[in-house]
């Protein structure tokens, strides 16, 4: 089984294979990709052993078997639907998010207390309303929902969405939910995302000087 620092690492490697297959290569190497991402040659190879695909000495991997068989391991390959629970302003941007297509995920629709919501449109999502996610889910057989709702209401709609049978779900909610073991639970953070980012600012700014090239300029 892959580890999941391992498939937590897929996505880069694909941005990086896609790039160099649009530039018209047809093979990387492992201590190029491990250059690119901060990596050691090691890391790459034994990332790229849980796929099935090997490299060739002095050679290195055939980039399009190496996008191929990450993707299926990803199930990339194969377009997921998903539901999406809170059209507010998260969930309008990401339900209007095109990128997720290419991960193959699809929001097939979306769904809100608001009245004054439903039956319109974002993108090409109608949204619906909340009486209506059982039998959607049921009649469409949905595993994975979207939550993007306020963090007070988080817990209920999650729950919610077990009792409609959904399998898996993706909060964006600031909350933490108590799930039964067998739903799958992802969680991004957008708070504690933003403090790591800040916390390493201020390692960086909290130096005496930054360097730039040749040259170095106090900080005051």
């Not at 059209?87 to 004054?116: K, N, T, W």
Request: glycine share 6%.
């Amino acid at each position: 089984m892959i580890s999941i620092p391992t498939i937590k690492r897929f996505p880069s490697y694909l941005r990086l294979l896609q790039q160099y297959k649009d530039e018209g290569e047809q093979w990387v190497s492992a201590t190029r990709l491990a250059d690119e991402l901060g990596l050691t040659a090691i890391q790459v190879r034994k990332d790229m052993a849980g796929t099935g695909v090997e490299g060739k000495p002095k050679i290195g991997f055939e980039i399009d078997l190496l996008i191929k068989a990450i993707e299926e391991n990803l199930g990339w390959d194969n377009a997921t639907d998903a539901i999406l629970v809170g059209a507010g302003h998260l969930g309008v941007a990401l339900a209007r998010y095109e990128g997720f297509a290419s991960y193959g995920l699809r929001i097939v629709g979306a769904f809100d207390q608001d009245p004054e919501k439903h039956d319109k449109t974002i993108g090409d999502t109608i949204v619906y309303p909340m009486e209506q996610l059982k039998e959607f889910v049921k009649k469409h057989t949905i595993n994975i929902a979207v939550i993007t709702v306020p963090a007070e209401a988080a817990q209920d709609v999650a729950d919610f969405l077990v009792d409609a049978k959904i399998k898996a779900i993706w909060n964006f909610a600031p909350k933490d939910l108590r799930l039964p073991a067998h739903i799958v639970l992802q969680r991004t953070d957008l708070a504690t995302s933003f403090a790591v980012l800040s916390a390493k600012c201020r390692r960086i700014f909290d130096d005496s000087s930054i360097s730039f090239g040749e040259s170095t300029y106090n900080v005051t």
